[in-house]
């Protein structure tokens, strides 16, 4: 098409993914493409707009030749409650590919505990996956990992992460409570946690990588280690937490007007599994219209 076109396209599309609209008949007719460009984005968009209509549409995709397509066809079926799409999501989970970590995010959340458990202690067998384990512990949330994670703070490659997936379980800060190493040369804030709406395009599974634990602080052991001598009879063996709280509706709630960002996507994820057919909440968009559609929605 003409590149006016081609730019009203993009424009239209970004103000979808802003403002979580359903384009109906559009997003059906594009989950019909044969173009493997746009047909990913449809079956993204189809399980973050929780259009369950569409679900039959999205399942016809789950043995697709191309990865993209099998992918999001296996995330938004299991977004859309299709648990039977959970093995084809852990595939993606357990390999090396562009849309590991988002798998993970998705599929160790459904997962019942024993098999979630199966699937780290997977991970952590392969040394070369150890930062993928220390990631899968932080977002399955059950404290039991926590003693592991602080033996991870004394590995300089992977500290910070294992300090990350710790902050996720307990809802500690380590950088407000200064319980971070100060490192001598620090590394610009990048400010890539303040989203604009420019920026709300859904390609960004290119963009995974090492790069992500940058801006992520590096524990300070000893004092990490009085902090869990003090607080570890907070929490309970066996119980899923985020933040601190043991995950809920109502704290998934809380965690999107308090927490870091990427505590508010694994929220925002969590609010999706326990209400499949809803739609994903956009913790890109500008804060003031955060606010306005969670008050809309606890309203």
């Given at each position: 098409?003409?590149?006016?076109t081609?730019?009203?396209i ?19 007719k ?20 929780g ?5 039959p ?23 859309l ?42 991970m ?10 220390l ?29 990350e ?6 809802g ?36 995974e ?16 280690s ?27 709630f ?25 739609v ?11 606010l ?5 929605k606890q309203?």
């Amino acid at each position: 098409p003409p590149s006016s076109t081609r730019v009203g396209i993009r424009r239209q599309r970004q103000m979808c993914i802003r403002d979580r609209a359903n384009p109906g008949r559009h997003l059906e007719k594009a989950l019909q493409s044969e173009d493997v460009l746009q047909l990913p984005r449809a079956l993204k968009a189809a399980g973050e707009l929780g259009a369950v209509s569409s679900l039959p549409l999205v399942q016809k995709y789950l043995e697709h030749a191309d990865d993209a397509c099998r992918f999001q066809a296996a995330r938004s079926a299991v977004l859309l409650g299709d648990r039977s799409a959970v093995k084809l999501l852990s595939l993606f989970a357990l390999t090396d590919n562009i849309f590991r970590r988002k798998a993970m995010d998705v599929v160790l959340r459904v997962m019942e505990p024993p098999d979630a458990q199966k699937m780290i202690r997977q991970m952590a067998a392969d040394k070369s996956h150890l930062r993928f384990a220390l990631i899968a512990s932080g977002i399955q949330g059950d404290p039991v990992y926590l003693p592991a994670l602080m033996r991870q703070f004394e590995n300089e490659e992977v500290a910070q992460v294992a300090g990350e997936s710790f902050e996720m379980i307990t809802g500690l800060n380590m950088f407000r409570e200064s319980l971070e190493v100060i490192p001598e040369n620090p590394v610009p804030d990048s400010g890539q946690e303040d989203a604009k709406e420019n920026d709300l395009e859904d390609d960004e599974d290119e963009k995974e990588g090492l790069k992500e634990d940058m801006g992520l602080v590096f524990p300070d052991i000893d004092k990490m280690s009085t902090w869990f001598e003090e607080n570890k009879g907070r929490f309970n063996a066996g119980q899923r937490y985020l933040c601190g709280l043991p995950v809920s509706v109502e704290s998934c709630f809380g965690i999107l007007r308090t927490g870091q960002q990427r505590q508010r996507q694994a929220a925002a994820l969590e609010l999706v599994i326990a209400q499949p057919g809803s739609v994903l909440f956009e913790t890109r968009a500008k804060g003031r219209r955060q606010l306005r559609l969670l008050a809309k929605k606890q309203g």
